[in-house]
């Protein structure tokens, strides 16, 4: 008994001794409760909503105003014949309300009046739940014109990209973000760090290499096989979720290499700062992965956060893939709906470079 209190003692000790792990161990759980508590919420907010009002009356207007009223929707008006479904498939907009010419006089006379709802069907259950909130929204109008439900007003509902509504498609597509930022940041996190448990950082010294030349060389590797995961990914989400090939498939090729390369440069960073193995994957496991999770719109839309915490999703790479990757799969937008995605991911793949070759830099005067 006291050889293994003893063993104990001495593995406390070595635990305390690393004030990194020490931190993780104390932090990382106490931040992952408060992301899942503040984070995760299915009630859609900030809802983009294209408005198209072809009958241009008093009642019409009403209409409207009850949906501006409601504090789920934004709405944008649209003048542009045809604009509505351009709006959904560039995903600049997650529904769309077109009201018919004649929507006021046929209420007058107390015939049926029609409206069109196009949602974006690509999150079935946001979708589910502002067809709901359109419902109840429709209700009120009709009750402030007269405390009756006559003279009926239908509002013809209709699903954008995902008529039914399949959770697995929805899933799916953003899947392929998480996969992809979690294992090649791991192997780039892992790679670093072995460079300096092992000492061999320092042959980079007496080579000839500059830090540009090692660390991208060091990296290269790691993107290949992220590419090839993507690939392999791809094939299985074709038979299993619903991809399809896009008309153009350029802006899903360069952002998906871009957003590997940001993964395995971030991955080499941290593995730079934490010189072991052991810490940079509890970091990229518990961090990156749960964030990209979380506050990249895999689970629930980017809007829904709260707003503490919804300048973080701006920063996570898996943000802008995702959207790039259902733009490109689902909704077939082409660069009309992911030169904006591209970009950023651009920006934070030569951020997590400039890291790289900033710590490699500065471990000359360290190691």
């Known amino acids: 008994m006291k050889r293994i209190a003893a063993q104990s003692v001495k593995e406390l ?9 020490v931190a993780l161990s104390v932090l990382m759980p106490l931040a992952t409760l408060w992301l899942f508590g503040a984070a995760l919420t299915f009630d859609p907010d900030n809802v983009a909503l294209a408005v198209e009002d072809l009958d241009r009356t008093p009642a019409s207007r009403a209409y ?5 009223a409601s504090n789920e929707f934004e709405l944008t008006p649209v003048s542009n014949a045809g604009r509505l479904e351009t ?8 529904a769309a309300l077109s009201i018919p010419p004649g929507f ?4 007058l006379r107390g015939q049926p009046a029609s409206a069109q709802l196009l949602l974006d069907g690509t999150d079935g259950n946001t979708a589910l739940v502002l067809r709901q909130e359109a419902q109840a929204i429709t209700q009120a109008f009709l009750t402030t014109r007269g405390g009756a439900p006559a003279p009926p007003l239908r509002v ?14 929805f899933f799916g597509t953003g899947a392929l973000g998480i996969v992809l930022i979690f294992f090649p940041a791991l192997l780039g996190a892992t790679s670093a760090a072995r460079e300096h448990e092992l000492g061999a950082a320092i042959q ?13 060389g060091k990296a290269l590797p790691y993107i290949g096989i992220g590419l090839a995961q ?24 360069a952002g998906t290499l871009l957003y590997i390369a940001a993964g395995v440069f971030f991955g080499m960073w941290l593995g730079h700062e934490t010189k072991s193995q052991s810490v940079s994957t509890q970091v990229v496991q518990l961090g990156l992965f749960i964030v990209s999770m979380l506050l990249s719109g895999f689970l629930t839309p980017v809007e829904n956060a709260p707003l503490q915490l919804r300048w ?3 920063l996570v790479p898996a943000t802008y893939y995702i959207d790039l990757v259902r733009g490109s799969i689902l909704r077939d937008g082409g660069w009309a709906a992911g030169w904006l995605p591209v970009l950023y991911l651009a920006a934070l793949a030569a951020a997590a470079w400039l890291a790289n070759l900033y710590r490699v830099r500065k471990m000359r005067f360290e190691d």
């Open 312 to 314: 973080i999703s701006y």
């Open 204 to 216: 980079v010294y007496s080579s000839n290499l500059s830090a540009q030349e090692w660390t991208l």
């Open 104 to 107: 006021e006089r046929r209420l």
């Open 13 to 21: 000790k070595h635990f305390q001794r690393d004030r990194l792990t």
């Open 87 to 94: 709006m959904l498939d560039e995903g600049s907009a997650s």
């Open 156 to 169: 013809a509902i209709r699903y954008w990209h995902n008529p039914g509504l399949a959770d697995r498609v």
């Open 230 to 253: 993507f690939v392999l990914c791809f094939l299985l989400g074709s038979v299993f979720f619903s991809y399809r090939v896009p008309s153009d498939p350029t802006p899903l090729l």
């Open 64 to 68: 409207i105003d009850a949906f501006a």
